[in-house]
């Protein structure tokens, strides 16, 4: 008797605290991923239940268009594209082997006001929706009707956003309320969260294989009449049997990158956008750049992607090996920049944020670090510390008083008691007085260049000096003639 009475606690106590836990997560089940102004919003479906006894909002961000989302609304349903949820949670779970797709089909997509909408193959339970209303590329609403009165809904509205971007809304609107409803609650947000995560994975993709391919397919091209059937007459429509790889490897890279270069900036990742995402091939493993000035890169050609995003209306490139498990900080690109910035066989560096753009020679390398540019050269020599000709590139601000002279002199006090430059020779930088010293004191020493623009200070440092070290000098003066020949302050 009193192991019954214990193990009635302990249901007592578990039912207890399951309430306790929906209770307490209900609101933000309720309101998962929607903003203020959504829930707010009146939105297609709400004039057929206007009088809901209970309103659900959720919401993704999505980095597609609506003619981009739209299409895998409209194909929805068992037997068609599935409900792009947890197809392990679907088929072992509820006991409902749906198939995901992974493409659009021209053949679902012709749905109409009144149809049928199933959501488990070969069985009536749960009952099918009917759809109450379509909105070509804003809407898709659907529910069950009960004596020609709608008893819930589901209401899913594309909202566009500024940025190209979209935000996909799902409103859940129902009469139908009570104990059995509050106990499963927890579980329809977790299916509903997945298809909304399945919808953005799919479309994302699609915009991303869109733009690899430059050209749209049926969704880019979605009117407001319903495209055209590829079925011949008399022929059925067969479903795919597809496996939907839930993170394409192109929105993979695009993930990674925006994430990435949110931190580098930073900026609200909600605010970074795809501009181009193309295959390419890279001349080596380091996919043209090289992260650290001693790491080798095979020489043998990679294939793998190039990404430019932009942010803050600044482009960014990012190099990525065609598995994605590689994805590399190229820089600010040339994208946008003036004419003359990368003279074809060169490879170029573009800093917005710092004014100026220049080229450099290919067989060169630019490291992935986030403070000053740093471009190598081929290394020389055997053993663990070779040599290789190098620059590096500092920006700072103009202090209050200073001149191109004092900042001179101050640079030249702070080596010391030790043998001054033996060269000091004005030059000109994209039209402003630059003054180069060489050869600077240090481990073979350097050539360095001072100029200054605005309110920035710009100081290069070309190493080791020519004079200073025979294996390396034609690489040396091959990238000094390069650099300021091309260099550019921008407008």
Not at 80 to 95: A, D, F, I, P
Not at 284 to 293: F, K, R, T
Not at 327 to 353: D, H, K, N, R, V
Not at 429 to 454: I, Q, Y
């Amino acid at each position: 008797m009193k192991t019954l009475l214990k193990i009635l606690l302990g249901i007592i106590v578990v039912v207890i605290l399951c309430v306790a836990v929906v209770a307490v997560a209900t609101p933000w089940m309720d309101r998962w991923g929607a903003k203020d102004a959504e829930i707010a919003a009146v939105l297609p479906g709400d004039e057929l239940l206007p009088n809901a006894a209970s309103v659900v909002n959720r919401a993704v961000e999505i980095q597609a268009s609506s003619n981009q989302i739209y299409p895998w609304l409209v194909q929805m349903g068992a037997g068609r594209g599935g409900l792009y949820s947890y197809s392990w949670l679907e088929t072992n779970l509820l006991r409902c082997p749906l198939i995901n797709a992974d493409r659009i089909h021209l053949e679902w997509q012709d749905l109409k006001v009144g149809d049928k909408v199933e959501m488990c193959p070969g069985q009536a339970m749960p009952p099918p929706y009917t759809v109450a209303r379509l909105d070509p590329n804003k809407a898709v609403v659907m529910g069950h009707l009960d004596k020609g009165e709608w008893t819930d809904l589901w209401q899913f509205v594309i909202i566009p956003q500024s940025d190209g971007s979209s935000r996909l809304v799902l409103r859940t609107s129902t009469n139908i309320v009570g104990a059995f409803w509050t106990i499963i609650h927890p579980g329809i947000f977790i299916m509903e969260r997945g298809m909304l995560l399945g919808i953005k994975q799919r479309a994302e993709g699609l915009a991303l294989s869109e733009m690899l391919a430059g050209t749209p397919t049926i969704a880019a091209t979605q009117t407001s009449e319903p495209p055209t059937s590829t079925l011949t007459p008399g022929e059925e429509a067969t479903t795919t049997p597809e496996v939907f790889n839930p993170a394409p490897v192109e929105a993979v890279i695009s993930d990674k990158a925006r994430t990435d270069l949110s931190i580098r900036i930073p900026v609200d990742i909600a605010s970074i956008t795809v501009a181009v995402l193309q295959l390419q091939q890279w001349p080596d493993s380091c996919l043209g750049l090289a992260p650290e000035p001693l790491k080798e890169c095979t020489k043998d050609p990679v294939d793998g992607y190039r990404l430019v995003l932009n942010a803050a209306g600044h482009p960014y490139e990012y190099r990525a090996t065609q598995d994605g498990e590689t994805i590399t900080f190229g820089g600010p690109t040339m994208l946008g920049a003036p004419e003359g910035c990368a003279p074809q066989g060169t490879s170029s560096i573009y800093s917005p944020e710092d004014g100026y753009c220049f080229a450099y020679p290919v067989r060169f390398h630019r490291t992935d670090d986030r403070g000053p540019v740093a471009i190598y050269g081929p290394a020389y020599g055997p053993g663990p510390e070779p040599l290789y000709a190098a620059l590096n590139i500092e920006v700072s601000r103009l202090a209050d008083g200073q001149t191109l002279d004092s900042i001179l002199d101050a640079f030249l006090q702070s080596l010391g008691p030790v043998p001054m430059p033996q060269t000091r020779q004005e030059i000109t930088v994209s039209g402003e007085k630059a003054v180069m010293l060489e050869v600077v004191p240090g481990m073979l020493g350097s050539r360095d260049v001072f100029v200054v623009h605005g309110n920035l200070v710009f100081h290069f440092t070309f190493w080791p000096a020519p004079s200073a070290a025979s294996q390396t000098a034609a690489d040396v003066e091959d990238l000094y003639q390069t650099v300021f020949e091309t260099f550019k302050f921008l407008p």
